[in-house]
């Protein structure tokens, strides 16, 4: 048996420290992937420590296990997510979504020691390209919605490189669930939102992320400088927080003209490979 799992990068439009609180969030994944291959062998495991010890919690096979990814790592854009959602379609076939994100965020947890949400997964999964991911983490409904075509997203790196699992990643629980309560709102404000509005609605949801103590001064800085060229819509922190990637919404493609246009990709998808 060989299988191959290819799994897509996840951008967060907006709604962010939610899905661990039952709140909504607008993710989106990208061109950004990780592929995983699996081939049995007959006894024992081949390949990097870190993948066979998740291959093992996931009760895998025994397997040659190889990874390539374009997904920068510590930015933002869950690449840990993305292997271990790989990892549990591999080792597990093909199963409903919701029960492999949830197998991926606990192999996730056990062997990372990241205490993540649900959203990386369920987007990577349930993506589909053009469209954002409405989920609402209070029933796990998955709607989705199209992405206008006047929004033009691009990634600034903060070259702040983080590591969630040695981070204060949760904030006070009062302090999360004002939060969680204004991020909704925003949420169901941008689907509808012209650019214009949904800058506004991304700066909103950065200065509320500064609140709960998960960005960082050096962050903040960029982005106030970054909101000060011309062109630029909105600009906010994605992601878990403590660095990586600054998500920007500009009003044409030619501004920030070193940074290219983030286009949205499908699911991930499992091949079984004779």
């Avoid at 299988?3 to 439009?13: G, S």
């Avoid at 870190?50 to 997904?71: R, Y």
């Avoid at 983030?262 to 991930?268: E, F, L, N, Q, V």
Wanted: hydrophobic share 40%.
């Amino acid at each position: 048996m060989r299988r191959r799992a290819t799994v897509p990068a996840r951008i967060n439009i907006i709604g962010e420290h939610t899905d661990y609180s039952g709140g909504l969030s607008l993710p989106f994944t990208t061109e950004y992937q990780l592929i995983l291959e699996a081939q049995e062998r007959i006894s024992g495991f081949t390949g990097d420590d870190l993948v066979i010890e998740l291959w093992k919690t996931a009760g895998g096979w025994p397997a040659d296990l190889s990874v390539t990814s374009s997904i920068p790592i510590g930015k933002g854009l869950s690449s840990s997510a993305a292997l271990c959602v790989a990892v549990v379609l591999c080792s597990q076939g093909e199963q409903p979504s919701l029960e492999v994100a949830k197998e991926a965020q606990r192999i996730e947890w056990e062997i990372l020691g990241t205490p993540c949400g649900l959203l990386d997964q369920l987007a990577m999964l349930n993506a589909k390209k053009g469209h954002s991911c409405l989920i609402d983490f209070s029933n796990f409904n998955i709607k989705s919605v199209p992405i206008p075509e006047n929004w033009y997203f691009k990634l600034v790196d903060s070259n702040i490189s983080r590591t969630l699992s040695s981070t204060n990643y949760r904030a006070d629980p009062s302090t999360i669930n004002n939060h969680v309560i204004e991020e909704n709102s925003r949420v169901l404000q941008s689907i509808k939102a012209s650019p214009m509005e949904l800058g506004e609605l991304l700066n909103q949801s950065h200065s509320s992320l500064i609140s709960l103590g998960v960005s960082l001064p050096e962050i903040d800085l960029q982005i106030e400088s970054l909101r000060t060229v011309e062109g630029v819509l909105g600009a906010r922190m994605m992601g878990g927080g403590f660095g990586g990637m600054i998500l920007v919404l500009v009003d044409h493609p030619d501004v920030l003209p070193n940074h290219t246009l983030i286009c949205s990709s499908g699911p991930a998808v499992l091949e079984e490979i004779l």
